[in-house]
């Protein structure tokens, strides 16, 4: 998981409620992005937006896992991650990104 930290911000200022459910997924990975460096070269550019990739470094899926800001449960981007981790397959590789501004 990737937390993008704007210039001017005070140290440890990410580290808030999100920062610490992530620190509690197993054998996930927490980066800093100071100045949006990782967004800008992933085209990222809201919050909320996930990125999957293969393996082999080829992008399977781009988009939010959210039907809508601040909404949580099912929806088609959520389902499309799932099934590609699970099987491989899924029956969308792109959804809306529905957050606040990154950069």
Not at 52 to 79: A, C, M, V
């Amino acid at each position: 998981m990737v937390f993008t930290i704007p210039d001017g911000i005070p140290p440890d200022w990410e580290q808030g409620d999100l920062w610490k459910a992530a620190a509690n997924i197993p054998g996930l990975r927490i980066l800093r992005d100071p100045g949006g460096q990782e967004a800008r070269r992933f085209d990222v550019k809201g919050s909320g937006h996930t990125l999957l990739y293969s393996p082999t470094g080829k992008l399977l899926f781009s988009g939010g896992i959210t039907p809508s800001r601040g909404h949580e449960g099912d929806n088609p981007g959520r389902s499309a991650i799932v099934s590609l981790v699970l099987t491989g397959h899924a029956l969308v590789d792109h959804t809306p990104v529905f957050g606040c501004s990154l950069l």
